[in-house]
């Protein structure tokens, strides 16, 4: 399985709408969209993971990295996630402390 990443602005915030398996393999490609973007001077970021199949330790750790890259620019990283399984993952590793937690676009959207 591959990872898809398509990118848009809205609303002063950058929505990165994450398709697929972020695992070992495809991480890297995530780590490298939010390095690219930070690099362009946006901190302020929503990633979608709606359509994520599948999150192990890899990916959780380029989320955190993400995370503090966007926050030393004193931006945001905002996660929208309403699958019960990938949820599981956040709330067992206490990373559902770290990020902010969407159930849709518009209520990440909503708040700023």
């Not at 695992?23 to 780590?31: F, G, H, I, W």
């Amino acid at each position: 399985m591959d990872l898809s990443l398509e990118t848009r602005h809205e609303g002063g915030q950058t929505i990165i709408e994450v398709g697929g398996e972020i695992d070992v393999y495809t991480a890297p490609k995530l780590r490298d969209k939010i390095t690219e973007l930070v690099g362009n001077g946006e901190y302020n970021l929503v990633i979608d993971m709606e359509k994520v199949d599948f999150l192990d330790s890899t990916g959780l750790g380029v989320l955190v990295g993400g995370l503090k890259k966007v926050r030393a620019h004193d931006g945001s990283m905002r996660l929208i996630c309403n699958q019960e399984r990938l949820l599981k993952i956040f709330r067992i590793t206490g990373l559902a402390k770290v990020f902010v937690i969407h159930g849709s676009q518009a209520d990440a959207l909503a708040e700023r």
